[in-house]
């Protein structure tokens, strides 16, 4: 069964009009029809997701990876939990930021299961922490305590970084002494957007 089949038999199962998914999701009720014509083939993830609340089902269920329409939950504090190849790509910076897998993962910090993500982690800034070719979980949200690590983005750039909060300033550190401070000051400050927080570092053997 196709992604578009799969929304269009969910719809029908809960017997919702496209107005009324329309009215859940605020998605436009042309969007839907074309999600259930597979006029749009490419669903982006922020749209998959508020889609699969709207069908009360999971984005791994539209995606066919699941058999059963209420099977985001694994067992046992288990979820499905999808991963990212990038941080841009994990908050949508991309146009065709999509994940590359899932995989069960226990969440015991409370929150919604669609408020957290993986991601792979290219680079050393952040070594001997978070190394190259970790996996970090993070936890959608849009402030978090100076001192923490989290995930910011500057315009379509995103980065793991701990940052620090200063009167009309911001800071990002590297845990990796030969990354130097970034200081961002006033309308620069600004522009920086919190976007996660980083909650777990899965290392790699």
Sequence with gaps: MSVSERIALRRRELGLSYQELADRTGLSKSTLQRYETGAIGNIPLDKLEVLAKGLDTTDMYILGKDESPNAEFVGSGMYQVPVFDSVSAGFGAYADS????????YLEHGGEKNDYLWINVRGDSMSPKIDDGDRILVKRLDCVDSGSVAVV????EAYVKKIKYGTNWV?????NPYYPVRRLEGADADAVRVVGLVMEVSKKL
């Design 98 to 105: 999509h994940a590359v897998r899932y995989i069960p993962t």
């Design 153 to 156: 983005l500057i315009g379509d």
């Design 171 to 175: 800071e990002l550190h590297s845990f």
